[in-house]
């Protein structure tokens, strides 16, 4: 965050500081711990990277609730971190236009998870072009690449759905046509 790399919301939920909180603090950071990697060989990484990080929750698996936590301390934390005042300010109106955004009230979930989604994607893009000529502002809401996040969600519960009738019910084929008893 010093660095204004990308940070997961999930740091900033009560969750993600109550786990923070219960983390070995005194592990030193320039402490080593030899493990195995993939390919067979032991290597030497800092004991601080060897933390689970099964239960952080990505950000757009994250509930409205939970964005809503996180949003506002991750806010606190750029600031706290002297991070330029443009750049706080372009989160803190992406963030209040995802909050006021129509979708965000729907009876959809798909529309208000498209908001989530979005979301992590575009901020995650944003800090890959810092620095560079594809550099933008986050300030205004893309409602073309916002409507694709709702296209690909709205397809994935139709195919969920889908799947979930399958498994209910057998094929077509696979059911026995009732006998004819008048002949």
Known sequence: LKKGEYCELYFFTN???AEA?????SIDD???TLLKSDNGQHVWIPASNTRDRSTVIKDEDLTWEQFGEASVRLIAAMREHDW???RVDMHVKFWTALEVHPWR????NHLKQALLLYQSQQRQKWHRAIGTSQAFSLAKLNEEVLKRASDELAEKERSARLE??????PPPSLVTP????DT
């Not at 909180?21 to 603090?25: Q, R, Y």
């Open 105 to 108: 009230r729907s009876t959809y």
């Open 178 to 181: 009732p006998c004819d008893t």
């Open 164 to 169: 979930n009738l399958r498994q209910v019910s």
């Open 15 to 17: 969750a993600g500081l």
């Open 21 to 25: 909180d219960s983390f070995n603090a």
């Open 84 to 86: 330029q005042k443009d």
């Open 30 to 32: 320039e402490a080593l």
